[in-house]
C-alpha cells in the first residue's frame, strides 16, 4: 500500500459517503497506518476512492474512467470475500457493502443484488457467532456500536435497492425490530458507551431496566430518513389510479414533517445550514439527510398530482380554478426541489480542489427527480408562470449534476439524457413564448405608430422557430402544446413517445421523426417509421384502462414498457445531433412522463433496471 493510497483510503474513511458514518475512524485510521487492515476492506476502500482521485483514474481506469479503475479494486475486493464466507468478519461484510454500491453505480443491477443478500446472510451469521463469543472487553461496545451501524448500512442500501415491485427485501422487519440505532459520532469515535432507542422508538432489549436513552446519532437521522422515503416509496408501488388514497399520501407528508420538526437543530433545514457543516466536515451527512426527506416529499406531492391529471376530466382551466388547493401542492415540490439543488452546489463548491466531486447514487437521483418534476410541471402548465425562470435554472442544475454525476456512475447516464430532452423541449417552449411576445409588442407598436396600417392578426406569423414550423408541416392536427388534437381523441390513434417515435394507420404516410430518444431506464427505439405498440393512454380513457397498462414488475436495462411491441431496438442509439435533434412538443413528452411515472420507470432506473 503505497503511500498515495494509503491517503485515497484516509480520505475515504473521513469524508466519504456512507463509510465516514458507518466505519470506526479511530480504529480504521490506526489499522491503516500499521499496517494490519484486512485487505478485502483495502481493496474495497480504494474501489470508493477510484472515482474521486484523478491520479488513480489516470493509473488504472484507461478508457473507462473512474469506472474502470474502481472496477480494477473491486475484482479483488471480490475475490477476497468470497475466500471468507466460511467464517466472515465484519472488515468482510463492511466491504461487501462498499462492493454493493460500487455494482449499483456501474449499472449491474443482479450483482449488485445479489451482493445486498449475501451481506444480510453474512451479518446474520456474523451475529450469531459474536453473541456466543461476548466478554466484558472494554471495546465490546465499539464492537457493538460497528456491528450495528454495518446492519443499518445494509438496512439502507436494501430500501435502495429494492424499491420497486419484483424485488424482495434482503432484511425483514424481525432483523431490525431490536436493533438500536447508532448512537452520535463523538460516543462512537471516543467509545463512550450508551443506549440509543430502536427504530420503532422503544430501548433495546439488551438496555438496562430504567437505562436512559441517549439522542439518536447523525447516521441515526439517515436510517429514519431513509425509512420515511421507503414507506412513500411502498405507497407509490402498491396503489394504483383506482386505490390511490389522498388521506394516504398526506399522512405520509405528516410524517415526513414531523421527522424533519423532531432533527436537532444544527441539522435544521435553515438558509446557510449547509454551509456551516461543510466547514465541520458533516456536510454530507446533512444533505443526505434532507435529500432524502425532500424526494420523499416530490415523490408524494407528485402521485397526487399524477391523480388529477389523468382523470378523464382534467383540464388546465379546471386545475388553475382550484390553484390555492393545487398551487400548494406545486410549491412544495419547487420548495424541496430548490433545497436538493442548492445543497449538492454548496457540496460542489465547498469540495476540495485536487479530487473529482463524485456525489452518493441517492443525491444525484434526488437531482434528477427535483429536474424532471420541475420540467414536467413548467411544461404541463401546472406551474404558475412566475417561476419559469426558477424552474429553468433547476433543471439546468440538475441536467449539468446529472451530466457530471455520469462520468463516475454510469448508472446516472439515462437519468442525464432524459433530462437533457426535458430541458430542450423546456428551452423550445420558452423560445416560441418570446417570439409570440415579441410579436405582439411589434403590431401594437406599429398600431401606434400609424392607423392606417393593414391589420395583420389573421395573417400567419413568420417562421421564427423552424422547429415548431417543421412540426406544424408535418403534423396538421396538432394544436401545439397543451392542447389535445383530434388524432388524440380516438382511442386507436397512436400517441408519440419520449422516444421519438409514434405509429400510423396502415396505408397513411408515417409521421417524420428524428429517431433515438432514450427512455428513463435507458431503452431506446431507432426507426422512424416503426409502429409503437405501447402507447398513453388516450385522454378520455377510464382509469381502469389506465391501470390496465400500469407495469407489474421493474423493466430490464435494456428495454422498457414503451419500447417493447413492434419497435426494433436493434443498433438503437441516440441521435447524431444528441439533444438538439429532439422533436417532440411539450404535451407529448408530459404525456410520456405520466406513463412513466405510472409505471414505475424512473424507480426502475433508479436500481439500474429490472430483475
Known sequence: ?????????????????????????????????????????????????????????????????????????????????????????????????????????????????????????????????????????????????????????????????????????????????????????????????????????????????????????????????????????????????????????????????????????????????????????????????????????????????????TDENFTIDAWRMASHTHMQTVDRIFAASHSIIHSLLALEHGADKDIMVCFPIFMLFSAFTAGSTVAYLTLKGLAPSTVTESASSIVRDSLRLCQDGSESWPLVTPWARHLTVMSKVLRDMKVVGRDREAREDSRATMHAASPHIKDDVATPPDNTNPEAMEFDTVQPNSTGPGSQGPNAASPGAPTPTIEGAAGSEVGETPLVRRPGITTINGGSVGAVDTRVATTSPPPHATPVLQHQQMKVDSPSAQSSVSNQGGANTQGASVPPGGADAVDMTANELCQAFERQLLELDDLAAFMGGGV
Request: glycine share 6%.
Open 1 to 309: 500500500l503505497t503511500p498515495e493510497l494509503l491517503q485515497e483510503c484516509e480520505r475515504v474513511i473521513n469524508k466519504t459517503l456512507p463509510a465516514c458514518v458507518a466505519f470506526h475512524k479511530p480504529s480504521c485510521l490506526q489499522q491503516l497506518k500499521n499496517a494490519s487492515m484486512e485487505w478485502t476492506l483495502v481493496n474495497a476502500l480504494l474501489t470508493t476512492a477510484a472515482r474521486h482521485s484523478p491520479a488513480m483514474i489516470r493509473r488504472y481506469g484507461g478508457q473507462l474512467g473512474g469506472a474502470g479503475a474502481a472496477e480494477h479494486f473491486a475484482q479483488k475486493a471480490g475475490q477476497l470475500v468470497m475466500q471468507s464466507l466460511a467464517s466472515p468478519s465484519l472488515a468482510d461484510i463492511q466491504a461487501l457493502c462498499l462492493l454493493v454500491i460500487h455494482e449499483w453505480g456501474c449499472r449491474e443491477a443482479v450483482r449488485a443484488y445479489i451482493y445486498l443478500g449475501q451481506a444480510a446472510r453474512m451479518i446474520q451469521m456474523y451475529r450469531i457467532v459474536s453473541a456466543q463469543q461476548r466478554n466484558s472487553d472494554p471495546d465490546q461496545f465499539l464492537q457493538d456500536e460497528s456491528f450495528r451501524r454495518t446492519l443499518w448500512l445494509i438496512y439502507i442500501l436494501d430500501c435502495f435497492l429494492t424499491s420497486s415491485p419484483g424485488r424482495r427485501p434482503a432484511l425483514s422487519t424481525h432483523d431490525v425490530l431490536d436493533i438500536a440505532l447508532p448512537c452520535a459520532d463523538m460516543n462512537f469515535n471516543f467509545g463512550s458507551p450508551v443506549v440509543v432507542r430502536t427504530i420503532g422508538g422503544a430501548a433495546p432489549s439488551h438496555a438496562e431496566p430504567g437505562a436512559a436513552l441517549s439522542e439518536v446519532g447523525e447516521f441515526g437521522h439517515i436510517v429514519l430518513a431513509t425509512r420515511a422515503w421507503r414507506n412513500v416509496v411502498e405507497m407509490m408501488t402498491t396503489t394504483t389510479l383506482e386505490t390511490f388514497s389522498d388521506t394516504q399520501c398526506l399522512a405520509l407528508e405528516a410524517d415526513i414533517d414531523t421527522l424533519r420538526q423532531s432533527l436537532p437543530l444544527h441539522f435544521a433545514d435553515k438558509p446557510g445550514q449547509i454551509n456551516l457543516h461543510i466547514t465541520m466536515g458533516s456536510g454530507y451527512t446533512y444533505a443526505m439527510i434532507h435529500c432524502l426527506l425532500n424526494c420523499g416529499t416530490i415523490f408524494v406531492n407528485r402521485r397526487r398530482i399524477l391523480q388529477v391529471v
